[in-house]
């Protein structure tokens, strides 16, 4: 390579090609002045497989079609029903918690919510909280280039898991070793499962989901491996996998057309509110990850909106209908009709309220 076409592509490769909080915009609709087209890329590369997850990864799906056979053949129903229920509570772990609350800072909670979280997160086991909510900093800061720990311009298959079975590309270090983490590490809570993750995780995810059953309701040890944990779990892994990989290419992008993610209903309702992915990557500090929409398919609002009542969660974050619409007609496909208002879904309180961040006072 000439030492000028080095220089360009290390010069394309630090650019930013999204935004993480409201600070980033460069725009009044929140958006950056560069040109993300010219900067999604992906080096072609042999992948460096990493054969430790590959074995791993296809003994986990093995055991969770085992599990699903079993739901229907031996599984008593308190079995299923205690696995749905910690599917539930992970997949909160995960979007109100390391997604919502610490990767992108969309609201504030007090201390027992930020505990409950992290025992839910932990339950879910998708890295620390620390570590999940720096890969995903670097993938909207950086998105579909190859500091993108899950580049979607590799194809579905890398973007899903693919990702996780060979090394990481040295982009993604490097620029995770430039983020400003503070905010993370002055959290005791966080530092604390960090510490302690490799005790705590295997206790929560493993352990107590499998000896729980057997205790209360006298399942089988079978059952309760197969059905309450491996199933469980790798179902999980997947609906969440979905975001990276269906919902940044299954869909309309009414809010920016120059972005690979999308807006998908089907990953929405098994993630609770992270299908509406083309809204999230233009306004990512928007506590919803959403413009509107009914709670069934964005139960994590839902449940940041209770503990806001109670006073758990404070200074949720929003975007102004105007900013907004300015987006849409800038850069969305055309696909956005009802810009949010006259939307059926929207409520009186929701009309009068647009611009609160704060709705505990």
């Known amino acids: 390579m000439a030492p000028y076409s080095r220089i360009y592509h290390q010069d394309k490769s630090s650019r930013e090609t999204g935004v993480l909080f409201e600070d980033d915009a460069q725009t009044v609709d929140g958006d950056l002045t560069t040109d993300r087209f010219q900067l999604k890329r992906a080096e072609k590369r042999r992948l460096p497989l990493v054969w430790r997850n590959i074995i791993l990864f296809a003994l986990v799906h093995l055991a969770a079609l085992y599990g699903l056979h079993s739901i229907f053949t031996r599984a008593k129903l308190a079995t299923t029903l205690f696995a749905a229920g910690l599917y539930i509570i992970g997949m909160l772990g995960v979007t109100a918690g390391a997604h919502r609350l610490w990767a992108h800072r969309t609201y504030k909670a007090k201390w027992p919510l930020r505990l409950l ?78 510490k302690h993750y490799y005790i705590l995780m295997p206790l929560a995810c493993f352990v107590l989901p499998t000896v729980i059953p057997m205790v209360y309701w006298n399942e089988t040890l079978a059952s309760s491996w197969f059905v309450a944990t491996m199933f469980r779990w790798c179902f999980q892994l997947n609906m969440t996998w979905l975001v990276n990989s269906a919902a940044h290419k299954f869909g309309n992008r009414p809010y920016d057309k120059t972005m690979n993610p999308t807006q998908n209903a089907f990953v929405s309702a098994f993630t609770f509110g992270e299908g509406w992915h083309n809204y999230h990557h233009a306004f990512p500090w928007d506590y919803k990850t959403a413009e509107w929409g009914c709670y069934s398919l964005n139960i994590t609002t839902a449940f940041i909106d209770l503990f806001a009542k109670i006073g758990w969660a404070y200074d949720l974050k929003t975007v102004a209908p105007d900013v907004i619409q300015r987006r849409v007609l800038r850069t969305g496909d055309g696909s956005h009709e009802l810009w949010g208002w006259g939307d059926k879904d929207l409520t009186a309180e929701d009309a009068r309220n647009v611009l609160l961040v704060d709705k505990s006072r």
């Not at 720990?149 to 298959?157: E, L, S």
Request: charged share 25%; net charge positive.
């Open 117 to 194: 979280l992290v025992i839910f997160n932990t339950i879910a086991f998708q890295d620390a909280v620390y570590h999940w909510a720096r890969d995903h900093r670097v993938h909207h800061k950086y998105s579909e280039t190859d500091a993108d720990p899950h580049n979607a311009t590799r194809g579905f298959f890398f973007s899903h898991v693919g990702w996780l079975l060979c090394k990481k590309h040295p982009d993604i270090k490097e620029k995770g070793r430039g983020l400003d983490l503070s905010d993370l590490r002055a959290d005791p809570i966080l530092m604390f499962q960090r």
